[in-house]
């Protein structure tokens, strides 16, 4: 059986790949999918993550950061044909189930590429924007609209029993 750890972030402090690499083996995960948050949560960037999978392709699996509102379809085309496998999802300048956003998730079915979504708090040291960014924005209901329009989108849902 293949064990895969669906949802780690690499911090951008010393050693943390390395750390990270022998965390898995001595658990005996196989395989990581990895999200480039970027400085925004003090961690390596998508550019980053597409050197590590490129570097490392029997070991993890790029999880390309998009942010609904400040990311496009466009930007989901140049990722996939990067080698990223899937999406990570976080902090929308609106609901996850706003219309605005339906071109994302439209791509990411049309592509085949499961979308993992934030649904907690946000809880890491961040520096977040002066928007409004809102929990309630990333709550698992958002999501239900989104199966019922997409019934074809693979969706992971991250951190489904916290706070709510």
């Given at each position: 059986?293949?064990?895969?750890?669906?949802?780690?972030?690499?911090?951008?402090?010393?050693?943390?790949?390395?750390?990270l690499?022998k965390?898995?083996?001595?658990?005996g995960?196989e395989?990581?999918?990895?999200?480039?948050?970027?400085?925004?949560f003090?961690?390596?960037?998508?550019?980053?993550?597409?050197?590590?999978?490129?570097?490392?392709?029997?070991?993890?699996?790029?999880?390309?950061?998009?942010?609904?509102?400040?990311?496009?379809?466009?930007?989901?085309?140049v990722?996939?044909?990067?080698?990223?496998?899937?999406l990570?999802?976080?902090?929308?300048?609106?609901?996850?189930?706003?219309?605005?956003?339906?071109?994302?998730?439209?791509?990411?079915?049309?592509?085949?590429?499961?979308?993992?979504?934030?649904?907690?708090?946000?809880?890491?040291?961040?520096?977040?924007?002066?928007?409004?960014?809102?929990s309630?924005?990333?709550?698992?209901?958002?999501?239900?609209?989104?199966?019922?329009a997409?019934?074809?989108?693979?969706?992971?849902?991250?951190?489904?029993?916290?706070?709510?």
């Amino acid at each position: 059986m293949t064990l895969i750890d669906a949802h780690a972030h690499l911090l951008d402090v010393p050693n943390y790949l390395k750390n990270l690499l022998k965390t898995l083996d001595d658990c005996g995960i196989e395989k990581c999918c990895i999200s480039g948050l970027g400085e925004l949560f003090k961690c390596i960037d998508n550019e980053g993550i597409k050197q590590i999978i490129s570097k490392y392709p029997d070991r993890f699996i790029g999880a390309y950061f998009i942010r609904p509102g400040m990311s496009t379809p466009e930007e989901i085309d140049v990722a996939f044909s990067n080698g990223f496998k899937m999406l990570k999802v976080t902090i929308p300048t609106k609901p996850y189930d706003h219309p605005d956003f339906f071109s994302l998730w439209e791509k990411a079915q049309d592509l085949k590429l499961p979308i993992l979504f934030h649904t907690g708090i946000i809880t890491l040291p961040v520096k977040l924007p002066k928007e409004n960014i809102s929990s309630w924005f990333m709550h698992p209901m958002r999501l239900e609209p989104i199966t019922n329009a997409f019934p074809k989108l693979k969706i992971i849902i991250a951190h489904l029993g916290v706070h709510w």
